[in-house]
């Protein structure tokens, strides 16, 4: 009887190490950020949000900016851990490598099942360029739906799925993960693609360094972009800390101040409306 009554208790026990109850709970983003007062950003360069000089190695931008003050209003430290590609930037936040990722990822209901965003902190527009000489679109999007147009893209990144949704029959030219955003347009200046598809911001600075190169094929957005940055999915304390300082950054104008800094004095950013209007 003793016998049968020490297994019991001996089996229980084993049983209770195991139960999700009684397990060693996993350290959340939070804690972790709070334990070690530091933000690992994941990040990939693409103009003007996140640049990094191969020479000294030093960060700019608009999310290096936002994110750099969004760090020292928390008093923590802000390190630029790991470049990852487009195609799957939420691995690292999966395995813990990196606890935000700190670039331009836009929201798509895929990508909401891999990881959390912050609210919008400004938009972008989205727009369909081709060649500055080449006119067979004259301001009609519904034109680049033809096989005989080549589209460039690369892989992961958004434009892709605009083009599944918008233009279906057109032919692709898919660039790696890794590729600079430049590259798409290179693609289309170089003539081995027709149309490249881009938000308004990278595409000035393109524009920029090689004037009467390419133009919109209308000036009417594909999509407006939200601006935000990626969040491990099941942290609400890390999240509501985040928003907490977007907002606070946007209602003392720290975010207008940044836009401003990389617009090169045009209209190519959508800030966020403002939660009010005073009456006069």
Sequence with gaps: MIYKFTAFILTLCVFLSFSPAFAESK???FDRVMRTNTIRCGYFTWSPFLMKD????????????????M???????????????????FAGLKTGRFDMFCG?????????????????????????YARADDNRFKNNLASINNSAIKIAVIDGEFAYEIVKRDFPKADLLTLPALSDGSQVMLSVTTKKADIFLNDSAATAVFIEKNPDQVKPVSMVPLRTLSAVIVLPQNDMAFKTMIDTVLKLQIGDKVIDGILKKYSQGKDIFLPISKPYEMKK
């Design 27 to 29: 350290e959340s983003t």
């Design 54 to 69: 191969p020479n000294t190695g030093e960060f700019s931008g608009i999310y290096h900016d936002v994110i750099e003050d």
């Design 71 to 89: 760090g020292k209003q928390l008093n923590l430290k802000i390190e630029w851990t790991e470049e990852t590609g487009q195609s799957n930037p």
């Design 104 to 128: 331009p990822i836009t929201p798509t209901p895929d990508r909401a099942k891999q990881a959390a965003f912050t609210e919008p902190f400004f938009y972008i527009p989205y727009i369909a």
